[in-house]
């Protein structure tokens, strides 16, 4: 194994990384400038490379800096999560990350009933667009969107999805929407993010092609979705996604579930050493019952 750098050097490093100041990562570690400064040549002079560029208007990460940060601040976080369990005498801790649109829109709301069910369990949920890096301990579950490719790790598909377009009821009675044609004349919202585009939705539903531009673009279906609901045009997203907004009336599908693209994007992923811990094997079980119930009801 490669001699590790000194954590101190690293913590130095990811503090002056994030705050872009020497004087205020040194107020957070509890030391002088000087030193968090010799901490991070110490660093600098072990790899090889140049980290930061010191400059009269602060400090910025260099090419290799910016590499370096995204692997080493998972890593101090993930031993500062598992010292955390460790000094609370926490065994039964479980760190699961996801994308954001279903984090926020399909698994919290359904969260209690796992918390009900498995109290013994201190569950950590993330959420980004990046997949989580099992090889540096980020997470013992990654719930993906997108199509699955990724090597020697498990993956389970949670539920296939219709996708369908979808509006405020009030925007679809003010511009009457009843035919495929009359999208063309109406603000069309992007999923920039989505498996399933405009393009592939016009093919498999008629002979139209869909639009160059859109009115708006978005990288969450959850912004897509409140969008619509604002009466900004037309989304097309998934209606399990769209649950809560469909049920309580803020959307409504323009055409109905006969004219959707189904597909399997959404994954739990994980490496299959994992599957061991009782926690893991917990909440695999309780989100595949989850799953199931709602691919019976999707709207």
Same mark, same amino acid.
């Given at each position: 194994?490669?001699?590790?750098?000194?954590?101190?050097?690293?913590?130095?490093?990811?503090?002056?990384?994030?705050?872009?100041?020497?004087?205020?990562?040194?107020?957070?570690? $509890?030391?002088?400038?000087?030193?968090?400064? $010799?901490?991070?040549?110490?660093?600098?002079?072990?790899?090889?490379?140049?980290?930061?560029?010191?400059?009269?208007?602060?400090?910025?990460?260099?090419?290799?800096?910016?590499?370096?940060?995204?692997?080493?601040?998972?890593?101090?976080?993930?031993?500062?999560?598992?010292?955390?369990?460790?000094?609370?005498?926490?065994?039964? =801790?479980?760190?699961?990350? =996801?994308?954001?649109?279903?984090?926020?829109?399909?698994?919290?709301?359904?969260?209690?009933?796992?918390?009900?069910?498995?109290?013994?369990?201190?569950?950590?949920?993330?959420?980004? $667009?990046?997949? =989580?890096?099992?090889?540096?301990?980020?997470?013992?579950?990654?719930?993906?969107?997108?199509?699955?490719?990724?090597?020697?790790?498990?993956?389970?598909?949670?539920?296939?999805?219709?996708?369908?377009?979808?509006?405020?009821?009030?925007?679809?009675?003010?511009?009457?929407?009843?035919?495929?044609?009359?999208?063309?004349?109406?603000?069309?919202?992007?999923?920039?993010?989505?498996?399933?585009?405009?393009?592939?939705?016009?093919?498999?539903? =008629?002979?139209?092609?869909?639009?160059?531009?859109?009115?708006?673009?978005?990288?969450?279906?959850?912004?897509?979705?409140?969008?619509?609901?604002?009466?900004?045009?037309?989304?097309?997203?998934?209606?399990?996604?769209?649950?809560?907004?469909?049920?309580?009336?803020?959307?409504?599908?323009?055409?109905?579930?006969?004219?959707?693209?189904?597909?399997?994007?959404?994954?739990?992923?994980?490496?299959?050493? $994992?599957?061991?811990?009782?926690?893991?094997?917990?909440?695999?079980?309780?989100?595949?019952?989850?799953?199931?119930?709602?691919?019976?009801?999707?709207?």
């Amino acid at each position: 194994m490669p001699h590790l750098p000194p954590i101190h050097a690293l913590q130095a490093f990811e503090a002056v990384a994030r705050r872009r100041s020497f004087a205020l990562a040194a107020m957070e570690l $509890h030391l002088t400038p000087s030193a968090v400064s $010799h901490q991070i040549a110490r660093l600098e002079a072990q790899l090889g490379v140049r980290l930061l560029e010191r400059s009269a208007h602060g400090v910025r990460l260099s090419a290799a800096g910016e590499s370096y940060l995204s692997r080493v601040a998972g890593a101090l976080a993930a031993i500062a999560s598992a010292t955390d369990d460790v000094q609370h005498g926490v065994s039964n =801790s479980l760190y699961v990350h =996801s994308t954001p649109s279903l984090a926020m829109l399909w698994l919290m709301p359904r969260l209690p009933t796992f918390a009900q069910a498995h109290p013994e369990v201190s569950l950590n949920l993330s959420a980004a $667009h990046t997949h =989580s890096d099992f090889a540096l301990g980020q997470a013992d579950l990654d719930i993906r969107y997108g199509v699955p490719n990724w090597g020697d790790l498990v993956v389970e598909p949670l539920f296939e999805e219709p996708i369908v377009p979808m509006a405020s009821p009030a925007f679809i009675r003010a511009h009457r929407l009843k035919r495929i044609e009359q999208l063309l004349d109406v603000p069309l919202i992007q999923s920039n993010v989505s498996v399933v585009q405009w393009s592939d939705w016009f093919a498999a539903h =008629s002979r139209l092609r869909a639009p160059q531009r859109f009115a708006l673009r978005f990288d969450r279906a959850q912004m897509a979705m409140e969008a619509a609901i604002l009466g900004l045009g037309v989304a097309l997203e998934s209606a399990v996604l769209a649950q809560p907004h469909l049920r309580e009336g803020r959307l409504r599908m323009v055409f109905g579930l006969d004219r959707c693209v189904r597909v399997k994007a959404h994954f739990v992923v994980y490496p299959a050493r $994992h599957a061991r811990r009782a926690p893991v094997e917990a909440f695999l079980t309780w989100i595949h019952r989850e799953a199931a119930r709602c691919a019976l009801a999707p709207a």
